[in-house]
């Protein structure tokens, strides 16, 4: 067909084109990647929810541990923010907590009120990209 106003072309892994009129995807997406991504949840120490963008994190006391799953595919984020402080409330993402975290990482911590760190996977380890009020060592 002819590209136009409407018309959206998606590329699969075999190379065909699919001429579509209602979604735009470009490259090679998998189901895991195409899913609805709602903001997740964690309240005190646990696992960081990686199936979604996003991790609103609620601190119930010092240092609560945080874990994080290998990623899903190279190139992923999740973004975890600290949006309720409970007393002295603190989250520490550290390697032996579980997450692999780039050489050179040990800790990261959330300690302030909407502190934040987007990590993003590389098929190995997690990098730190954005860091908003975290304390990385």
């Given at each position: 067909?002819?590209?136009?106003?409407?018309?959206?072309?998606?590329?699969?892994?075999?190379?065909?084109?699919?001429?579509?009129?209602?979604?735009?995807?470009?490259?090679?997406?998998?189901?895991?990647?195409?899913?609805?991504?709602?903001?997740?949840?964690?309240?005190?120490?646990?696992?960081?929810?990686?199936?979604?963008?996003?991790?609103?994190?609620?601190?119930?006391?010092?240092?609560?541990?945080?874990?994080?799953?290998?990623?899903?595919?190279?190139?992923?984020?999740?973004?975890?923010?600290?949006?309720?402080?409970?007393?002295?409330?603190?989250?520490?993402?550290?390697?032996?907590?579980?997450?692999?975290?780039?050489?050179?990482?040990?800790?990261?911590?959330l300690?302030?009120?909407?502190?934040?760190?987007?990590?993003?996977?590389d098929?190995?380890?997690?990098?730190?990209?954005?860091?908003?009020?975290?304390?990385?060592?």
């Amino acid at each position: 067909g002819t590209a136009g106003a409407g018309r959206v072309y998606k590329l699969t892994n075999t190379g065909t084109v699919t001429v579509a009129t209602t979604a735009m995807t470009f490259g090679l997406i998998s189901t895991t990647q195409q899913k609805a991504q709602a903001a997740t949840t964690l309240s005190g120490a646990g696992a960081v929810p990686i199936t979604g963008p996003t991790c609103n994190f609620t601190s119930t006391g010092a240092g609560n541990a945080l874990t994080v799953a290998d990623g899903l595919y190279a190139g992923q984020k999740v973004t975890v923010v600290h949006i309720v402080k409970g007393s002295s409330g603190t989250g520490v993402i550290t390697q032996t907590t579980g997450a692999k975290l780039t050489a050179g990482i040990t800790t990261i911590t959330l300690s302030t009120l909407y502190a934040s760190i987007t990590l993003e996977w590389d098929g190995s380890v997690w990098n730190p990209a954005i860091n908003a009020g975290c304390t990385i060592a």
